[in-house]
């Protein structure tokens, strides 16, 4: 069965400090990983997607990264803002027919100003 | 372009009622998903549909039936509803041709 493995499932940083978000997979023929940020009650909102052609993405003070062969990938957030408090998932394609996500239980995440 | 939207957004059912979730997507896209999340965890897939007309099974299908009847639209029954369907009910889209899938805003569902 496929799973997908976040890790810590809460992180509590004082403002300013870069951080690292974990997560781990256990099939190897991953498609692409995708980083999400949910707000609490709210719905998904798409951060980095990383195709499996490619090592990492940016976008501002994100950066995730996705190494298959030892099945990880990362969430690198820079400078972290009170603003930046929520849940971050990540979930991975490996299911070719299918083409749907496998979703870790996430990362809450919170950024003491 | 409204993106994915689902309705309605709240419901509270008790055991053994009906009822039927609606996703409508304006992008076009070929792929729609439903997920349930339940507190702690990550989505897990229900359903999802490939194309017009087209449904199929996904990790926890049990206790759901779902149609496609048009593209845009994909509806989510529940027909007879159980305390532990309980849960918040994510719908997606995405395009045959590109992996990002898109989600909509959510139903909190409540069955007592």
């Known amino acids: 069965k496929q799973e997908v493995t976040q890790i810590p499932a809460a992180l509590s940083v004082p403002e300013g400090e870069n951080l690292v978000l974990n997560c781990s997979f256990t099939?190897?023929?991953?498609?692409?990983l995708q980083w999400f940020r949910q707000d609490p009650g709210k719905g998904l909102t798409s951060l980095l997607l990383?195709?499996?052609?490619?090592r990492e993405q940016t976008s501002g003070r994100l950066n995730a990264s996705l190494d298959k062969s030892s099945g990880r990938s990362t969430l690198y957030i820079a400078a972290s803002q009170p603003g930046d408090s929520a849940t971050y998932l990540c979930?991975?394609?490996?299911?070719?027919?299918?083409?749907?996500?496998?979703f870790g239980s996430g990362t809450r995440l919170q950024v003491q100003p | 372009n409204a993106g994915v939207t689902q309705t309605p957004k709240f419901r509270v059912l008790k055991t053994g009622q009906s009822m039927t979730l609606l996703c409508a997507q304006d992008?076009?896209?070929?792929?729609m998903y439903w997920y349930r999340q339940d507190p702690g965890m990550g989505l897990r897939l229900i359903h999802y549909?490939?194309?017009?007309?087209?449904?199929a099974k996904g990790e926890v299908p049990d206790g759901y039936n779902v149609s496609r009847l048009k593209k845009q639209n994909f509806l989510l029954g529940l027909e007879s509803a159980a305390p532990s369907q309980t849960s918040v009910y994510f719908c997606?889209?995405?395009?045959?041709?590109?992996?990002?899938?898109?989600f909509g805003p959510g139903t909190r569902l409540t069955v007592t």
């Open positions: 992008m076009n896209h070929e792929y």
């Open positions: 099939d190897s023929a991953i498609y692409n």
């Open positions: 549909s490939v194309g017009e007309g087209t449904t």
């Open positions: 997606a889209s995405r395009p045959r041709d590109r992996y990002e899938q898109y």
């Open positions: 979930a991975g394609d490996m299911d070719t027919g299918r083409r749907a996500l496998t």
């Open positions: 990383i195709q499996s052609s490619q």
